[in-house]
């Protein structure tokens, strides 16, 4: 079936309106009419061939939320009218220790929602920037916010979950202090899914601009990161310490910040190496640093019933699809709050 979508032909070539083809639903599919697509920074990576890999054409969009058109046979858990979300994956092997463990996301042989592979022509998967998408069942979830919300929930399905998980495995509660390093489309989520979880909030930020915005998101304390007394007085305070930055920077500068065996968790992705830390500053202090990715299924679904409960939705710009050209460099410039979203009803005007 032909649908409409948006994507690009070539790295150095702007995205376009595309005419694309989508598989008939197997008897375990879930056949989605998209409403909303969320614009992530992965998207602007993977389209500018930034990362390794890309294959063309390519049409990003992995922060998709829309309703259940039709299903296969043997599907049991979503019936046509759902409301319902797609993330960073469409499948895996199923079978490993990660997928078994509900934990899809680290499968060696994950498929991602857009440049991953496929036996659906082009031979890659092509992503949410387009009208209808076709997915197995075991990687569509279940969305329990108001329909209103919907445009704003598309970006919990990245941005949402790259920041929760992590803040659930090193366990942000009450008696925790968390730093979130960033304002922008992870930052602004990680400042109110930690709150929500019961921790004391510290917001840093490069910006003074960005103090008042960082404090009405649900900071507790916030700290302009240039203000090196500023930092100083922050000295083996924090528990854990979740980085959102995807640009290359001087992790030591955080490291110092936490405490004796508190963790630093990178979650921004550059498209360069960040200077190599001082190992001093971990091993004086037994301090971690760690890496953590999206979340597998299950707790991809625990976001959202999490947010769901608690009201949080992403803070938007929506945008008509032609307009996505423009919004990659404002995203570039840090010019969104926080989250570009696309109303794929404008990908046929």
Not at 12 to 35: F, M, N, W, Y
Request: hydrophobic share 40%; aromatic share 6%; proline share 5%.
């Amino acid at each position: 079936m032909t649908v409409n979508a948006y994507g690009a032909h070539a790295a150095d070539k702007p995205l376009e309106s595309l005419a694309i083809t989508r598989r008939a639903p197997g008897p375990h599919d879930v056949q989605i009419e998209i409403a909303y697509c969320g614009v992530c920074h992965s998207d602007l990576h993977t389209v500018k061939a930034e990362w390794a890999g890309t294959v063309y054409p390519c049409v990003p969009g992995h922060e998709i939320v829309g309703r259940v058109s039709a299903v296969g046979a043997h599907v049991h858990g979503f019936l046509p009218g759902d409301l319902v979300g797609v993330g960073c994956m469409v499948d895996s092997c199923r079978h490993c220790a990660d997928c078994e463990d509900g934990l899809e996301n680290y499968c060696d042989g994950m498929v991602g929602t857009y440049n991953g592979p496929t036996a659906d022509a082009p031979g890659h998967t092509l992503g949410g920037y387009s009208e209808r998408i076709v997915v197995h069942e075991r990687y569509v979830l279940r969305v329990r916010h108001p329909e209103e919300q919907l445009a704003a929930v598309a970006p919990l399905l990245c941005a949402g979950i790259t920041t929760y998980s992590p803040l659930r495995h090193w366990n942000a509660g009450p008696g925790k202090t968390v730093g979130i390093v960033g304002i922008g489309g992870l930052g602004h989520m990680g400042i109110k899914l930690a709150r929500a979880m019961g921790a004391h909030v510290v917001a840093f930020t490069t910006s003074e601009s960005k103090r008042g915005d960082a404090a009405a998101l649900g900071a507790h304390e916030v700290v302009v990161s240039r203000d090196a007394a500023a930092l100083a007085a922050r000295a083996r305070s924090l528990d854990l310490i979740v980085d959102t930055v995807a640009a290359p920077h001087d992790l030591d500068a955080y490291l110092t910040l936490l405490k004796r065996d508190g963790t630093m968790v990178l979650v921004g992705a550059p498209a360069t190496p960040h200077p190599s830390p001082q190992v001093f500053n971990l091993i004086m202090k037994r301090r971690a640093l760690a890496g953590s990715m999206i979340g597998g299924i299950p707790e991809t679904q625990e976001m959202l019933d999490f947010c769901a409960e608690h009201g949080i939705v992403a803070d938007i710009e929506m945008i008509r699809a032609d307009e996505i050209n423009g919004a990659y460099e404002r995203m570039l410039r840090g010019d969104v709050k926080y989250r570009f979203v696309i109303d794929n009803a404008t990908l046929g005007a």
